[in-house]
């Protein structure tokens, strides 16, 4: 991949492969489920051709990275204790944060626990949901969209894996990165994934049989159960968060979403990202932006774009 190169470092008590390129101020880039870092692969180019080092981290329990066996070594102080471990390491006072999905995530946490290291946040797909201090997450999703929710069925240890096993690794990856079905995603227990001999799925132009094979393999190899127990980890994180109840993410932030993101179409998020309550929690909440035609893998979908949205933002900096 024109000059990446990739190390093993020892952060917070785990072996974390990262990718990276370039030299100059670090762009931490964060992946979501079920990628890779492989997933900034353009990103990581095109920043380092403009003077930064770019960084892409195997989240816990993802590709080369180690995976603890325990649902609650997932937790998001885990995981922030990793990032902070990790931009340590990398000798720096402060990043540019970017992060798509279950990184998204992650990047609030971060930016919430430690917004004195981070210079501003480009987030992809996931806007900053407060806690709800009455009410468990899995708990008001089940009431809210019901059992088949994907992120309640990725709740009971080893029953997803099983399906993905008897669906095969890649099939379940390539309808993952190409669905664009609307949200909110459901996994009914009949055939979740939706894979029919008979339909074929057809490769966008964005993503090649050599990438699906780069993240089958990497997966074949380490299994799905260390990116699924972030989920696993939802009310364990409701747990420890709640001193943070209410509180606003005080770090520079520009949002990108496609329209046709199964995030941004589930009920009441584009309400929330337009309507100003995004902004109440989020008060340095710069910029929205809405890219038409884009489904949820844009950093892959939209490159180009994307990068370009990445570093107009960080140039301000």
Same mark, same amino acid.
């Given at each position: 991949?024109?000059?990446?190169?990739?190390? =093993?470092?020892?952060?917070?008590?785990?072996?974390?492969?990262?990718?990276? #390129?370039?030299?100059?101020?670090?762009?931490?880039?964060?992946?979501?489920?079920?990628?890779?870092?492989?997933?900034?692969?353009?990103?990581?180019?095109?920043?380092?051709?403009?003077?930064?080092?770019?960084?892409?981290?195997?989240?816990?329990?993802?590709?080369?990275?180690?995976?603890?066996?325990?649902?609650?070594?997932?937790?998001?102080?885990?995981?922030?204790?990793?990032?902070?471990?990790?931009?340590?390491?990398?000798?720096?006072?402060?990043?540019?944060?970017?992060?798509?999905?279950?990184?998204?995530?992650?990047?609030?946490?971060?930016?919430?626990?430690?917004?004195?290291?981070?210079?501003?946040?480009?987030?992809?797909?996931?806007?900053?949901?407060?806690?709800?201090?009455?009410?468990?997450?899995?708990?008001?999703?089940?009431?809210?969209?019901?059992?088949?929710?994907?992120?309640?069925?990725?709740?009971?240890?080893?029953?997803?894996?099983?399906?993905?096993?008897?669906?095969?690794?890649?099939?379940?990856? *390539? #309808?993952?990165?190409?669905?664009?079905?609307?949200?909110?995603?459901?996994?009914?227990?009949?055939?979740?994934?939706?894979?029919?001999?008979?339909?074929?799925?057809? =490769?966008?132009?964005?993503?090649?049989?050599?990438?699906?094979?780069?993240?089958?393999? *990497?997966?074949?190899? *380490?299994?799905?159960?260390?990116?699924?127990?972030?989920?696993?980890?939802?009310?364990?994180?409701?747990?420890?968060?709640?001193?943070?109840?209410?509180?606003?993410?005080?770090?520079?932030?520009?949002?990108?979403?496609?329209?046709?993101?199964?995030?941004?179409?589930?009920?009441?998020? #584009?309400?929330?990202?337009?309507?100003?309550?995004? #902004?109440?929690?989020?008060?340095?909440?710069?910029?929205?932006?809405?890219?038409?035609?884009?489904?949820?893998?844009?950093?892959?979908? *939209?490159?180009?774009?994307?990068?370009?949205?990445?570093?107009?933002?960080?140039?301000?900096?």
């Amino acid at each position: 991949m024109e000059g990446i190169s990739h190390r =093993m470092v020892k952060v917070n008590g785990i072996d974390m492969h990262i990718a990276e #390129k370039g030299q100059g101020p670090v762009v931490l880039l964060l992946h979501g489920f079920p990628e890779l870092w492989y997933s900034w692969r353009h990103q990581i180019i095109a920043l380092s051709s403009l003077g930064y080092h770019a960084v892409a981290p195997d989240l816990r329990g993802y590709g080369d990275t180690e995976a603890p066996a325990s649902i609650s070594s997932y937790s998001c102080l885990h995981i922030v204790g990793d990032l902070i471990a990790l931009i340590d390491y990398l000798g720096v006072e402060q990043v540019f944060l970017v992060a798509h999905d279950w990184g998204a995530f992650i990047g609030w946490y971060l930016c919430l626990f430690r917004p004195d290291r981070v210079k501003a946040y480009v987030c992809l797909s996931v806007p900053y949901r407060p806690r709800n201090p009455k009410m468990k997450p899995v708990e008001s999703m089940k009431l809210v969209f019901g059992e088949d929710y994907y992120m309640c069925r990725f709740q009971e240890p080893g029953v997803i894996e099983a399906e993905i096993a008897r669906a095969g690794t890649e099939k379940v990856l *390539k #309808k993952i990165l190409t669905d664009r079905k609307p949200g909110p995603p459901c996994l009914p227990k009949e055939n979740p994934f939706g894979i029919y001999p008979e339909e074929p799925v057809t =490769m966008p132009s964005w993503l090649t049989e050599a990438d699906l094979s780069f993240y089958a393999t *990497k997966h074949s190899q *380490k299994g799905f159960t260390g990116g699924l127990n972030y989920y696993r980890a939802l009310d364990l994180n409701w747990e420890l968060t709640a001193s943070w109840t209410g509180a606003a993410v005080k770090v520079p932030v520009k949002f990108v979403v496609g329209d046709l993101d199964m995030v941004y179409t589930t009920p009441g998020m #584009k309400e929330f990202v337009n309507s100003g309550a995004f #902004k109440h929690y989020v008060p340095l909440l710069e910029e929205v932006v809405v890219m038409e035609g884009a489904g949820h893998f844009i950093n892959q979908e *939209k490159a180009e774009e994307i990068s370009n949205h990445i570093s107009d933002y960080i140039s301000k900096y």
